[in-house]
DNA sequence: GTCTATATAATGATAGAC
DNA sequence: GTCTATCATTATATAGAC
């Protein structure tokens, strides 16, 4: 009876931490064991090998993700509240569990790994699936226009909310960019840009 | 005088693809030099340590997607031609050299590395402003709303690009996407639907 | 379950012959 | 400049005492 953690629990959280900063090649079982403060052999002892070890924390990282996204897409009212709130909190979800969503795009996107063997990419494909049906619910409701490929659009605004998240530190360094740390505005401006455009209205909608 | 290509070519050329398919960790020199048809030996006698040769790859492929992307932004015309120009070559950059591609952006994206070092980001960083710069003259010539930042809209611009890249072979296993290959449908659809947005318009713009 | 000690292979890097 | 042979170090993993 320990007080909230055991070993192999402390090491999934160490695991968790490295992985996800340095990837799987860039960590060792001795980094892992030293910063959970167990030997080397406790680690082998509980996963049996650095791989095993590495898919525990994603199979973990994976199930708790995949909880988190679980909330979205239950929101009702117009298009835009729907969207709004759903991509609010998607960014929220990424941002509120950092060392997973790294741990979780780079198994899907890195070009070493497989895409088809991964449970990650279910778990970005869920997401990407609920905003999917969210918009093709309301392209039947004729809100959006019937050229709109609903899967394309639901794929935009997951890619920018990833693609944030992704060049967090890269655009902390940018002089042009003054919406780095402003989570709530970026998605708003998202949303806002890709529903109503950014074209100038002289009088002439889309038109053709 | 050889062919096209001596000793310290070939090992770099070996180099940038292994770096770029698994990453600064998940590349031995024994491995570089294999795929190179030379003894590790030689590998450091032309570049001193990994580290060194890494570092010789990334300023390569740095000046070599530079050269590349020096082209873009010089089009003239209206704002939808210019942008769809734009994105479109911009993409296709991308794609041309997938190697140079997955080495920069995982320098410039990955966590773990240090970005203010780093002349990947000063890569990323140009073709961004160049975009920024080209919107801020639309703007000022009121073809694109006086409430839209051009930075945020180049900004998603090129993160369409860059995701799209980055989960070519994720989107490859997902069923509701069809556009997966299809880089100039996606280029055009990413710019209609920021410029014109995917509203329907019944008779009311933007509105407020 | 925990550890120390060890086995074995691979790593980055060097020495020195040719 | 090229190589073979070798170095010291680290890697993953195991054995076995407690």
New binding site residues.
């Given amino acids: 009876m320990q007080q909230s953690s055991?070993?192999?629990d402390n090491i999934l959280n160490a695991a968790e931490q490295l992985f996800a900063l340095k990837g799987y090649d860039g960590?060792?079982?001795?980094?892992v064991a030293e910063q959970a403060?167990?030997?080397?052999?406790?680690v082998?002892?509980?996963f049996?090998?650095?791989?095993l070890l590495y898919e525990a924390v994603l199979k973990r990282a994976s199930a708790e993700f995949e909880a988190l996204l679980g909330r979205l897409g239950g929101n009702t009212g117009n298009l835009r509240d729907r969207l709004s709130t759903f991509v609010k909190e998607h960014l929220t979800c990424i941002y509120d569990k950092p060392s997973l969503s790294h741990l979780l795009l780079r198994e899907v996107l890195e070009p070493g790994s497989d895409v088809s063997y991964t449970k990650a990419a279910g778990v970005l494909g869920s997401s990407f699936a609920k905003l999917t049906a969210v918009l093709r619910d309301e392209k039947q409701s004729q809100t959006i226009k019937p050229e709109t490929d609903p899967a394309l659009l639901a794929y935009l605004l997951i890619a920018a909310n990833v693609f944030f998240f992704q060049s967090q530190k890269f655009i902390q360094h940018m002089s042009e960019i003054d919406f780095a740390g402003d989570n709530s505005r970026y998605t708003e401006a998202v949303v806002t840009y890709l529903l109503d455009g950014v074209l100038s209205h002289s009088g002439v909608p889309a038109d053709h």
Same sequence: chains 1, 2.
Avoid: T, Y
Avoid at 27 to 31: D, E, Q
């Fill in positions: 055991d070993a192999a960590v060792s079982v001795r980094l403060c167990v030997s080397k052999a406790s082998f002892h509980h049996g090998s650095k791989e």
